[in-house]
C-alpha cells in the first residue's frame, strides 16, 4: 500500500471555489473519494484504489446538540404520504419546501444482488438515478449492459414478466420496469446516470471535457438514451476534475446537456423542464476546483456524495459516513459531511439543491479494537469483501453502537473483533433533522439493493422523516423513442 502525505498545495491563480477561511487556510486533508463504482459484477460501491492517509486533526464543530428521534412509522396524519400532483407537468427539483428522496438503483443489481426494478419501494422514492450508463471513446453516451438494460425479461409474483411483455419492437430488461413503475407512480422521476468511478478514472470523460464536439456528441446522444428509455433527465457523475481546466470543461459539459435537454423539450412542444443533476464528492481536495457559481446555474440538484470517508485504503478503522467530527476522538471521523455541506453553502449553492448521500452498505474492518484504531483485514462482506449490504446488518452476535453527537453507527462483535460502520434507522432518522435543519433538498441513497423491505427500510423511514415530499409528476410522452412499448405508453 502507498502512503499518501498531506501536501499543501499553492492555489491556482483564478479561485474556482470560495470556502471559509478555516477551513482554506489549513492543509488539506488527503481523504480517499466517496466514488460510484460501475463494475457489473458488483452489487456494493468498491471503491478508489487502496491507499494509506495520514490526517491531521481537525477544528471541533460548534453546533447545538441533536437529540435522539424516535423512529418508526410516522402518525397516519403526519402529512409525509406522497400526494397526488397537479394535471399539468412539474419539474422535478426547484426552490420547494417538498423534500427529495433519491435512490440510485444500478442495472447490475439483478446480478449478485438479485434485486430487480419491481422491489424498488417506487411510493418513497420522488427520484430514481439509473445507473450507469457508458461513454465510448468519441464521447458518445450508451448502455454498458444492453442484456440488462434492454434485453432480458425481467419477471417477479404480480408483475408483468416473460409470458405477456415480449412484443416486437418492445424494450425489456431493467429499461422496460423502471418504466413500468414510474406509469405506475407518477410522482416518481427517472433519470440516467452516466459515468461513475470507473468511467472517470478510465479517461472516459476526456473527449467531452476537452474540445466542444466531443460534448455536443456527449449531450445529443444522452438525451437520445433518456427519449429512447423514457427518462425525465440526466445525472453526471464525473470523478472528478482535478485541476482548473477540467474543471472549466466540467461546466461546458453541463452547460451542453442543459442545452440539449431544452432543445428536446421545445423540439415536442413539451412544458417540462428535463432534469440536470451531478453527484459531487464531499472530499475538499476534490470539490475544491468546482466553480460551484457556474455549476449552479446549470444544475437542478447536487448529489453530495457523503460516505466512504473510511476503508480499506486507511491505516485506521473508522466512520464512513459521519455528519460531524468527533473532537474526542479525531481518528475515527477523519472527514465529515458538516464541513462539506457548510463549503458548498459558502461557495453560493442553493441548500434545496443539496441531497445528502446516505450509504445503504457498511465498510468492515477486521482485528481491530474499535474505531479510529488500527485493523488488520477486511470482513467477508455480502458480495465484495469488506462491503456489507444494510439488509445483512447488524451481523449476529455484534453490539450496536450510535453516536448521536456526530451522526454515526457502527456495530462490533467482541469476539471475531469485527467492526462495520453503517447507517441504521436512528442514524437515518437523525440525518433527516439535520438535513431540516440545514435546509437542505433532501437525501440520496447509493444504492438501492442494499435496504431492507417495508418498515426497516431506510428509504422509507428517510421518506417519512423528512416530511411532504416533492410530488412533481414525470414524463410519460416519448414520441422519439425507437421502442414501441415506450414511444406508446400514454395509449395503453
Given amino acids: 500500500m502507498f502512503k499518501l502525505l498531506c501536501i499543501c498545495l499553492p492555489l491556482v491563480a483564478r479561485v474556482v471555489v470560495a470556502v471559509p477561511a478555516t477551513l482554506s487556510e489549513r492543509c488539506d486533508d488527503p481523504i480517499p473519494p466517496a466514488s460510484h463504482f460501475t463494475e457489473s459484477v458488483a452489487a ?13 486533526d481537525v477544528e471541533p464543530i460548534h453546533r447545538e446538540p441533536f437529540d435522539a428521534v424516535p423512529v418508526g412509522p410516522a402518525p397516519a396524519n403526519s402529512g409525509v404520504t406522497v400526494e397526488k400532483g397537479p394535471d399539468s407537468e412539474g419539474v422535478g427539483f426547484g426552490p420547494t419546501s417538498r423534500k427529495k428522496n433519491v435512490v440510485y438503483f444500478p442495472d447490475w443489481s439483478i446480478y449478485d444482488a438479485a434485486y430487480l426494478p419491481q422491489q424498488l419501494p417506487a411510493e418513497d422514492i420522488t427520484h430514481l438515478l439509473y445507473a450507469f450508463a457508458g461513454i465510448e471513446d468519441d464521447g458518445s453516451v450508451v448502455s454498458m449492459d444492453p442484456w440488462a438494460d434492454e434485453e432480458k425479461v425481467l419477471s417477479a409474483p404480480g408483475v408483468p ?35 461513475g468511478w470507473n468511467m472517470s478514472q478510465s479517461g472516459k470523460f476526456k473527449p467531452a471535457l476537452k474540445t ?27 470523478e472528478y476534475p482535478i485541476n482548473e481546466r477540467e474543471a472549466v470543461g466540467f461546466v461546458d459539459l453541463l452547460r451542453e446537456c442543459r442545452k440539449a435537454l431544452d432543445e428536446y423539450a421545445s423540439l415536442h412542444s413539451q412544458r417540462y423542464h428535463y432534469l440536470l443533476t451531478a453527484a459531487v464528492s464531499a472530499a475538499q481536495q476534490h470539490y475544491k476546483w468546482l466553480d ?22 486507511d491505516n485506521l478503522s473508522g466512520d464512513q459516513s459521519n455528519v460531524f467530527h468527533d473532537p474526542t476522538n479525531p481518528n475515527r471521523t477523519r472527514a465529515n459531511s458538516d464541513n462539506a455541506v457548510n463549503d458548498y453553502i459558502a461557495a453560493g449553492v442553493n441548500p ?21 484504531m488500527p485493523y488488520e483485514g477486511l470482513g467477508k462482506g455480502s458480495i465484495e469483501k469488506g462491503v456489507w449490504l444494510y439488509r445483512d446488518l447488524p451481523r449476529p452476535g455484534a453490539i ?15 469476539a471475531t473483533r469485527e467492526l462495520v460502520t453503517y447507517d441504521n434507522m436512528e442514524t437515518t432518522a437523525l440525518k433527516a433533522e439535520y438535513l431540516g435543519k440545514k435546509g437542505l433538498g433532501g437525501a440520496v441513497f447509493w444504492e438501492a439493493s442494499g ?16 416530511g411532504h415530499l416533492d410530488n412533481s409528476k414525470n414524463m410519460l410522452s416519448y414520441p422519439q423513442s425507437q421502442y414501441s412499448n415506450i414511444r406508446n405508453a400514454t395509449r395503453w
Fill in 44 to 56: 456494493t460501491p468498491s471503491g478508489p484504489p487502496s491507499f494509506d492517509t495520514e490526517m491531521g
Fill in 161 to 195: 414478466g416473460r409470458n405477456n411483455t415480449q412484443r416486437p419492437g418492445d424494450v425489456h430488461g431493467a429499461v422496460e420496469q423502471v418504466f413500468l413503475l414510474k406509469k405506475r407512480h407518477r410522482h416518481m422521476k427517472t433519470l440516467l446516470s452516466i459515468g
Fill in 212 to 238: 466542444a464536439e466531443g460534448r455536443v456528441r456527449f449531450a445529443k446522444t444522452a438525451v437520445n438514451l433518456l427519449a429512447n428509455w423514457g427518462l425525465d433527465g440526466i445525472d453526471i457523475d464525473y
Fill in 292 to 313: 460551484m457559481p457556474a455549476i449552479d446555474q446549470y444544475l437542478d440538484a447536487w448529489h453530495l456524495m457523503a460516505y466512504d470517508y473510511a476503508g480499506s485504503w
Fill in 352 to 372: 434545496e439543491k443539496i441531497i445528502l448521500g446516505v450509504p445503504l452498505y457498511g465498510r468492515s474492518f477486521m482485528n481491530t479494537d474499535g474505531p479510529g
Fill in 400 to 414: 450496536v453502537n450510535v453516536n448521536r453527537d456526530i451522526i454515526a453507527a457502527y456495530s462490533y462483535d467482541n
Fill in 451 to 466: 435496504d431492507r423491505s417495508g418498515d426497516e427500510s431506510l428509504v422509507r423511514a428517510m421518506a417519512r422523516r423528512m
